[in-house]
């Protein structure tokens, strides 16, 4: 028995010395993996990514503000031009609550493309109102 354990143990760390790691190895997962990455990393740095990454800062950045006008109502009465962009932001909130409550239902992956197909001028928020072609189109033009 005590034969067998050392010859064990001699196995493991002549197989350790000599084995290929296989993170190394090029059809290995984890390559296939890094590859992946590397490819949505590319796809993601596209221009109409950037922009819709873009658009989405703007909804967060009116939403902040929304939040200060709100604040600020407890405090003072809103100008007209105030209350038109928060009620502006609250349907803008609203539409972009309801798009992720059809994404997170079962199967909303599958049926978001079809409810934006038909119902995109009513559920996209006020930032995504422009389509992400004509956009990409006119920052070309002015580079």
Known sequence: MKLIFENW?????EKSENSIDELTLPFSSQNK??????KLEKEMSAEEHISAWDKIKQEARETKEAWHLIK?????DLSQDEKTA??????????????A????????????????????????????????K???????AKV
């Open 86 to 99: 928060l009620w502006r932001q609250m349907k803008d909130l609203a539409k972009g609550t309801t798009l």
């Open 134 to 140: 004509e956009e990409i189109k006119d920052h070309k």
């Open 33 to 38: 993996m890094e590859k992946e990455i590397k």
């Open 101 to 132: 409550a059809i994404f997170a239902a079962p199967g909303g992956t599958l049926l978001l493309p079809f409810v934006l197909k038909y119902l995109k001028s009513t559920l996209l928020p006020s930032a995504f109102a422009n389509p992400l």
């Open 72 to 76: 600020t109502y407890f405090v003072r």
């Open 9 to 13: 143990r001699g196995f493991l760390e």
